[in-house]
């Protein structure tokens, strides 16, 4: 077994990543159309999906197909207690939720709601679960363990968000992104403190990231139930930011902090990805 790092996974996922979205970026902009617009969309994609991608080709190198084999057998991980997939549905639900409510007490009135229907979300997380794959493979599945047998889980949860965040970066200046103009420091803080959250699931389920992929995917079909995007925002390194967004940050902290302290002392072992005692029964009944 060849010495495994995480600088390699790191480069090349930063590298193809940043320039599968210039590219298609510049390629969406072309005014005479044709078959290189065409591609913007799916090489969009592919930059969406590079974590995935070198996580495998790495694993493949380092480990054999036994390797591959056990990195893909995490997200098989299904039998664990049902109240985990509540929780990963809901804890961002509860967060925005309770930011709602904190500037309702404070303020008086409630912030802006999204319009889409519940059972709408609901059924964008069943459908988009399938795509987190091509970020929690990398990020959850290949970088989290090999960071977290040198500085500890908690820590390690709190580094891989802010590399997390600094992946996201492109997306702040790509027109039509969804994030184009909104603060990055906002953004890092609370994307940090989710890494924090599905760290801890990943660890608590037995690294399960199937768990993980429900979460990743209840966040980005439920953040717009409350809105806390600052309109024609275009400074993308102020500190400004709604008070939904600050208080949503708040909350998911203090959530964030309880986890760490129970990781407090928990590694992954990255030599064996896969096959670490899991800190619940993976043949544990629902519920």
Same mark, same amino acid.
């Given at each position: 077994m060849?010495?495994?790092?995480?600088l390699?996974?790191?480069? /090349?996922t930063f590298?193809? %990543?940043?320039a599968?979205?210039?590219?298609?970026?510049?390629?969406?902009e072309? $005014?005479?159309g044709?078959?290189? $617009?065409g591609?913007?969309g799916? /090489?969009?994609?592919?930059?969406v999906v &590079?974590? &995935? #991608?070198?996580?495998i080709?790495?694993?493949?190198?380092?480990?054999g197909?036994?390797?591959?084999?056990?990195?893909?057998?995490?997200?098989? $991980?299904?039998?664990?207690?049902l109240?985990?997939?509540v929780?990963?549905?809901?804890?961002?639900?509860?967060?925005?939720?309770?930011a709602?409510?904190?500037?309702?007490?404070? !303020?008086?009135?409630?912030?802006?709601?999204?319009?889409?229907?519940?059972? #709408?979300?609901?059924?964008?997380?069943?459908?988009s679960t399938?795509?987190q794959?091509?970020?929690e493979?990398?990020?959850r599945?290949?970088?989290?363990?090999?960071?977290?047998?040198?500085m500890?889980?908690?820590?390690?949860?709190?580094?891989?968000?802010?590399?997390?965040a600094?992946?996201?970066l492109?997306? =702040?200046y790509?027109?039509?992104?969804?994030? %184009?103009?909104q603060? =990055?420091?906002?953004?890092t803080?609370?994307?940090?403190?989710?890494s924090? &959250?599905?760290?801890?699931?990943?660890?608590?389920t037995?690294?399960? #990231?199937?768990?993980?992929m429900?979460?990743h995917?209840?966040?980005?079909? !439920?953040?717009?139930i409350?809105?806390?995007?600052?309109?024609?925002a275009?400074?993308?390194?102020?500190?400004?930011?709604?008070?939904?967004?600050?208080?949503?940050?708040?909350?998911?902290?203090?959530?964030?902090?309880?986890? #760490?302290?129970?990781? $407090?002392?928990? %590694?992954l072992?990255?030599?064996e990805v896969?096959a670490?005692?899991?800190?619940?029964?993976?043949?544990?009944?629902?519920?």
């Amino acid at each position: 077994m060849r010495a495994q790092s995480a600088l390699p996974f790191l480069v /090349l996922t930063f590298g193809f %990543t940043w320039a599968a979205w210039f590219a298609a970026a510049a390629l969406a902009e072309d $005014r005479e159309g044709g078959l290189a $617009r065409g591609l913007s969309g799916p /090489l969009f994609y592919l930059g969406v999906v &590079a974590p &995935a #991608l070198v996580a495998i080709a790495l694993t493949r190198w380092t480990n054999g197909r036994e390797g591959v084999v056990r990195l893909f057998a995490e997200i098989g $991980r299904w039998r664990v207690g049902l109240r985990w997939y509540v929780l990963a549905l809901v804890y961002f639900i509860a967060i925005k939720l309770g930011a709602a409510l904190v500037q309702r007490v404070a !303020t008086g009135g409630w912030p802006a709601f999204g319009e889409a229907p519940v059972l #709408l979300l609901f059924a964008g997380v069943l459908a988009s679960t399938w795509v987190q794959a091509g970020e929690e493979l990398g990020w959850r599945g290949y970088l989290l363990p090999r960071i977290a047998c040198r500085m500890g889980l908690g820590t390690a949860s709190i580094g891989l968000g802010l590399i997390w965040a600094l992946w996201h970066l492109p997306l =702040f200046y790509i027109d039509g992104s969804g994030s %184009t103009g909104q603060s =990055f420091p906002v953004y890092t803080s609370h994307v940090t403190a989710l890494s924090v &959250a599905m760290a801890w699931l990943y660890w608590r389920t037995g690294r399960s #990231l199937l768990l993980v992929m429900v979460m990743h995917a209840a966040v980005n079909n !439920t953040t717009s139930i409350v809105v806390s995007a600052v309109p024609g925002a275009s400074n993308v390194w102020t500190l400004s930011g709604s008070f939904v967004a600050w208080v949503t940050i708040g909350l998911s902290w203090l959530v964030a902090f309880a986890m #760490l302290w129970d990781m $407090r002392g928990a %590694t992954l072992d990255a030599a064996e990805v896969g096959a670490t005692k899991p800190p619940e029964q993976l043949n544990a009944s629902a519920g």
